[in-house]
């Protein structure tokens, strides 16, 4: 890489992480494709800001969402270290997943 990095630079590192997102989830919540195309991005979003692991230990909020029930699912988010620690992005996230 050159510095500062180009915007093509950027646009491959960003390409590969969603990969390997994407490939995560694939991989542990096969039923995250089902959600609709904002939920998917929700989930997308805090599996990028999380990463796999601390995502699977939002077991009630990952288990609200499969089943359907996206109002708790957003309250799970919201109930939770991570929502304290970034504010504001946890509250439209919840929004997005309790109104997909």
Known sequence: LTYPISDE????IL?????????????NLGWWRTLSYPRQRVMANLC???GIPRLL???RML???EEGYFDQ???EMLNS???RQVGDR???LAKIMREG
């Open 9 to 12: 630079q950027v646009n491959l």
């Open 90 to 92: 946890a509250e439209r």
């Open 15 to 27: 390409s590969a992480d969603l990969v390997s997102v994407f490939h995560d989830l694939d991989g």
């Open 63 to 65: 288990l609200a969402a």
């Open 81 to 83: 270290k991570w929502a």
């Open 57 to 59: 230990k939002f077991r």
């Open 48 to 50: 990028f800001n999380l």
């Open 73 to 75: 699912a957003a309250i």
